[in-house]
């Protein structure tokens, strides 16, 4: 055998680049280790937690649709339930409102006479109206129940009862007052052909009033200086912050009396001979219904009930009064409302004129 020994390997010439050898080993110049190999296991728990993300955010926006729908249901549940109590509320409860057989036609004059208030010429005489043209209508009630108002609303009506009593002289109208039915309100039912009341209702007050403030004294006394220019004499007659003046008191005074003769002349006409001679009928005060039978501004005592029974002879009443829409109301608010939210989306002034 030779004893000739074999060149080492390459390995084993230069320990230091033996990657094999253990741990602590330096290693060659030049030389980079190789990259970690991939976890499997953290890969899946990645995938997983992203997995886990989306499934609450799908669940989280599926729960919040359905919070949503249940909300939208509620409201529209509770909207429906607010028009059905609007609409309950504005139907009346004593009286039919239907009509359908021979029947008496109920007309209310309730609160005070204003063209923006529910006592309004327009509706009153819409009313009206509505209860001659019924066929079946025996005879009209006017049950008043008013302080009075404005004169030029009063005469409206007046005129018109007038009118619908010539044009139908086949249907009676009767005005029956409850507790109070003064000054603009008697006026109205004076035309009616004859007027009812309960002994303790008020009826009266035939007369015309204006009245105001003057705050002259307290400008002096607070040291404030009224500063007035107008084009025209007597443009700022009574004015409330300028002295009284004597030729102004009289012209309004002398006004006030022509529209008072006006209202003596509509009560007169409506009337007539049952008025009894009497210092005090038209100086704005008030009587009961018993003293009014006695100056004969009320011809008898009864009630509604027992005019449209024993007096008309009809006892189903039907109700003709014009009552406030609440269902339109409701929507023009409901409406309007809308409107502001969507103008306050879009930035839009809550006033159109800013």
């Not at 009266?204 to 107008?230: D, P, Q, Y």
């Not at 008191?249 to 008025?275: E, S």
């Not at 608010?333 to 103008?343: D, E, K, N, T, V």
Request: some cysteine.
């Amino acid at each position: 055998m030779s004893d000739e020994k074999q060149p080492p390997s390459p390995d084993e010439q230069d320990p230091w680049l033996n990657e094999g050898s253990g741990p602590g080993r330096p290693r060659a110049s030049g030389q980079h280790s190789a990259a970690p190999a991939p976890d499997p296991q953290g890969d899946a728990s990645e995938q997983r937690w992203e997995r886990d993300v989306l499934t609450k955010l799908a669940l989280s926006a599926i729960q919040e649709q359905r919070r949503t729908r249940r909300w939208g249901i509620f409201f529209k549940a509770l909207f429906f339930v607010f028009i059905l109590m609007a609409l309950f509320v504005s139907a009346p409860k004593d009286w039919e409102k239907v009509g359908g057989g021979r029947h008496t036609a109920l007309v209310e004059l309730n609160g005070e006479i204003a063209q923006d208030k529910r006592a309004n010429a327009d509706d009153l005489i819409d009313a009206l109206r509505a209860a001659f043209r019924d066929k079946s209508t025996a005879g009209v009630i006017i049950r008043a129940d008013s302080p009075g108002g404005s004169p030029v609303q009063a005469g409206l009506v007046n005129d018109e009862i007038f009118r619908l009593r010539k044009q139908h002289p086949d249907i009676p109208v009767y005005a029956v007052v409850t507790d109070i039915c003064a000054s603009g309100c008697y006026y109205i039912i004076s035309a009616a052909d004859k007027i009812y009341a309960d002994k303790a209702s008020l009826v009266g007050s035939i007369g015309v009033l204006m009245n105001g403030f003057g705050f002259t004294g307290a400008l002096n006394k607070l040291g404030i200086e009224r500063r007035l220019i107008t084009s025209g004499r007597h443009k700022a007659f009574l004015d409330p912050f300028s002295p009284l003046k004597e030729q102004d008191k009289k012209f309004m005074q002398a006004l006030l009396d022509r529209v008072h003769r006006q209202f003596i002349d509509v009560v007169k006409k409506g009337r007539g001979n049952r008025l009894k001679p009497s210092d005090q009928l038209f100086s704005g005060l008030v009587w009961t219904g018993a003293e009014g039978v006695k100056l004969g501004l009320v011809d008898e005592l009864r009630s509604t009930r027992d005019v449209a029974r024993e007096v008309i002879g009809a006892d189903r009443v039907v109700d003709y009064t014009r009552h406030p829409d609440y269902f339109q109301r409701l929507v023009q608010r409901f409406g309007a409302s809308m409107g502001r939210r969507l103008g306050s989306l879009l930035g839009l002034p809550a006033d159109p004129l800013e």
